[in-house]
Structure formats: structure tokens, C-alpha cells
């Protein structure tokens, strides 16, 4: 395992339910990011937090909501998903997303469900 | 628009042979060139980077050219092993400060006794 963790790592949820995904780095970095990961899809980067400060949302929809209360811990609050919102959601961290050559390190994945 | 090609989209080769992937790109202002591994259920692992300046990096037995004139790269492995079974996906970093990753689809990668 790398030094970016997440919680759960299966989920299954009813289209009805409210869930959160959970990310911790134990990397001292101060840029988290959410990516989505479907099938024969490339990686879509979801949101970005530098600091602490939410910088990017790329057109997610609003079921999906980031809360992020300090550098090291990142959430994503999942409510009302659809069927095509199943897919594997990677949490990934970086020194400072303003640096050049930022290298970002993931973790292992949340694989939903949404049935 | 940005973006990133892989190709092939699945290869399968022999334990200890040699393989080559390829990446495509089409962006700008390019940054740098990534080659990332990922094993199933895991999460990406970065293998190299490279800026503009760079045509070649090694690491282990895993090698990354560019070429910018052109906007490719390869990943060359050499003397595979079991254990290279994965995804390996190429990324690349448009802009200079804030800058934005495009990732290829991968290229899914079996490895056969």
C-alpha cells in the first residue's frame, strides 16, 4: 500500500442511500485530488483541494459532494447516485498542486456499486 | 482538444520476453510525460516522468522514450515478469503551474507463463 489510504474499499449502495468515501495521506502533501475510473474510460479528475481550498470541480454533478477539513483527510459524501455513477473512485495526493511536475500518488480505490 | 492515445488496448506476451507500448499525444502547452503502472484493484503507481528536455528514462527494467517533435512515447519492457500483469497508463501534463493530467485509456498488459 502507498502512503494514500481509503474507506472503504468496497461499497454497494441503493440509489436512495447516502454514503461517504473516505481518503487519509500520511505524505505531509497539501494537494488531494477525487478521480473517477469506469471501464475502458480514461482517469476523470472530479475535484481538487490545495490547502485545504477547493481549486477545480469539474462538472460533478452535485450528488457527489467533496468535504475536505485539513491536508490529510478527504471526503466524498455520495447521495442520490445513479446506476453509471458505479465505477472505481481514486483519491490521490501531492506536494503542492501549484508546483510544476507535481507528482501525485493515489490510493488504492473505492470500487461502488450503485444498484 | 487534448488528447492521449494508447495503443495496443490489450497485449498478451510470454514470461521474459520484451514489449513496447505506445502513447500518443496531442496537447498544449506540453509539460511533462508520465507512465503510470496499475495492478488490478490498486491504484496507479508512477514509473517515470518526463519534461521536454528528456528523451529517455530508465527505471528498472522498465524504460520511457519521447519524442516531442513528434508527441510520442513508448514504454519498452525488458525480460517481463509475472508480476508486470497491469495497466499501465500514460499521462500527460498540459500547462506550467496549475497544470491539468490527461490520461490515455491504457494499455492492459498479460503476462503468461
Known amino acids: 500500500e502507498t502512503g494514500v489510504t481509503q474507506t472503504p474499499r468496497h461499497l454497494v449502495m441503493g440509489m436512495t442511500n447516502k454514503k461517504s468515501l473516505k481518503c487519509e495521506q500520511h505524505l505531509g502533501h497539501n494537494a488531494m485530488y477525487w478521480y473517477k475510473q469506469s471501464a475502458k474510460k480514461p482517469l476523470e479528475l472530479m475535484f481538487v483541494y490545495n490547502f485545504k481550498e477547493q481549486t477545480e470541480n469539474n462538472s460533478v454533478p452535485s450528488r457527489f459532494s467533496p468535504e475536505c477539513p485539513n491536508s490529510s483527510h478527504l471526503f466524498l459524501h455520495l447521495h442520490t447516485l445513479q446506476p453509471e455513477d458505479s465505477a472505481l473512485y481514486l483519491c490521490?495526493?501531492?506536494?503542492?498542486?501549484?508546483?510544476?511536475?507535481?507528482?501525485?500518488?493515489f490510493g488504492p480505490g473505492t470500487r461502488l456499486t450503485v444498484t | 482538444k487534448n488528447q492521449v492515445e494508447q495503443s495496443p488496448q490489450s497485449l498478451i506476451i510470454l514470461e521474459g520476453k520484451n514489449c513496447t507500448l505506445q502513447c500518443n499525444y496531442t496537447v498544449s502547452p506540453f509539460s511533462n510525460l508520465r507512465w503510470y503502472k496499475q495492478d488490478t484493484g490498486r491504484g496507479p503507481v508512477s514509473l517515470t516522468i518526463m519534461t521536454f528536455s528528456e528523451n529517455t528514462k530508465s527505471n528498472g527494467r522498465y524504460t520511457a522514450t519521447l519524442d516531442a517533435d513528434t508527441k510520442q512515447s513508448s514504454l519498452h519492457i525488458t525480460a517481463s515478469q509475472l508480476s508486470d500483469s497491469a495497466s499501465y497508463i500514460c499521462v500527460v501534463s498540459v500547462g506550467f503551474g496549475n497544470e491539468k493530467l490527461t490520461f490515455g485509456t491504457g494499455t492492459r498488459l498479460t503476462i503468461i507463463p
Open positions: 490521490a495526493s501531492s506536494q503542492d498542486r501549484r508546483a510544476g511536475k507535481d507528482e501525485q500518488y
